[in-house]
C-alpha cells in the first residue's frame, strides 16, 4: 500500500496528473491512497523543481512532467521496492 501525493497549485495539468494518480492506484488494487496537496507550504516542504510533482510514501519521484497511469504504477512499485530493500 502506498501514499501517493499529487503537488500543485490547482492548474489544469495538476487536475490531469491526479486522474492519472487515482487511475494508477485504482489499477493497481493495492489499497494505494492519493491525495492532493495545494498548500503551497507544504508543497515547498518537498523541495520540488516544478510542478505538477508526484511523492510517494513521502518522497518526491517525479516534478515538471505528466506520467501516465501505467508511469506512476511503474514509479509507485520502485518506491516499494526501494523501501522494501532499506
Known sequence: M????????GCSKCGTLLK??????SERQAGDTVEKVDDIMQVLEF???A???IAINGKLVSAGTLPSPAEIKQL????QETESRS
Open 76 to 79: 509507485i512499485e520502485q518506491s
Open 51 to 53: 510542478l505538477p510533482a
Open 20 to 25: 492519472n494518480a487515482q487511475a494508477a492506484a
Open 47 to 49: 523541495n520540488p523543481s
Open 2 to 9: 502506498a501514499k501517493v501525493q499529487v503537488l500543485g497549485t
